[in-house]
């Protein structure tokens, strides 16, 4: 079966540097996707990674290794509005996208 | 504001009811998605349209049917639903739907079923 793991729920404080990972067990792979996603809000695009390596845009960045089946979300200078879900999907063989189950993330002052 | 909306935001409704979830994409894409999304669990995909042609539907109950008239509307239709169908259910919307496909998300509605 086609499985995607993150941690359910994750603290850090406003300033500093967290790390969200993502495992995946999927049937094929065309990308690794990261959405962010307010409570009451909708998903919101963050990154979208298909090579091996970190794409840096801002204060976040996505890294990906293909061969281990893993990426990580890097948040720098936390602010509280950071304070949300973080989704990773990965689409599979087929161009459906795997969804994660999700991060929640809490700032703390 | 993604340039997806979706009414109504809120909606409750008896086991007996039937009522019709509304997206509406602004974008020009030219495919669309239904999304249950419930506590805690994955986005579960249900209904994926392509040029206003169904092309996936995945084991979805029948009492849920999706209709697409354009490819601009999306709605779900609802009758005689479950308890356990209260959820955020999540329209989204694709340039396409294949290859790299940066999805656009409305805001949901969120069901609840008495």
């Known amino acids: 079966g086609q499985n995607i793991d993150q941690p359910t729920e994750m603290t850090a404080t406003e300033g500093a540097i967290v790390q969200i990972n993502c495992t995946y067990q999927t049937s094929g792979f065309n990308g690794l996707f990261w959405y962010q996603q307010h409570a009451g809000e909708a998903p919101t695009f963050l990154s979208y990674?298909?090579l091996d390596g970190l794409e840096e845009k801002g204060r976040f960045s996505s890294f990906l290794s293909r061969s281990k089946g893993y990426s990580y979300l890097l948040l720098k200078e936390l602010q509280m509005k950071d304070s949300a879900s973080y989704l990773c999907?990965?689409?599979?063989?087929?161009?459906?996208?795997?969804w994660g189950a999700g991060t929640k993330l809490i700032i703390k002052p | 504001e993604t340039g997806v909306t979706q009414t109504p935001r809120h909606l409750v409704m008896g086991m007996t009811n039937k009522k019709s979830l509304k997206c509406e994409q602004h974008l020009g894409h030219n495919a669309m998605y239904w999304y249950k999304q419930s506590a805690k669990k994955p986005l579960e995909l249900m209904f994926v349209?392509?040029?206003?042609?169904?092309?996936e539907n995945n084991s979805v109950p029948s009492r849920f049917s999706p209709e697409c008239p354009n490819s601009s509307h999306l709605f779900l239709h609802l009758h005689t639903l479950q308890p356990e169908d209260s959820a955020l259910y999540l329209c989204?919307?694709?340039?396409?739907?294949?290859?790299?496909?940066?999805?656009?998300f409305g805001p949901g509605t969120r069901l609840t079923v008495l």
């Open positions: 989204a919307s694709a340039r396409g739907s294949g290859d790299y496909n940066e999805q656009f």
């Open positions: 349209y392509s040029l206003e042609e169904r092309v």
């Open positions: 999907a990965v689409l599979d063989s087929n161009y459906q996208l795997i």
């Open positions: 990674n298909v």
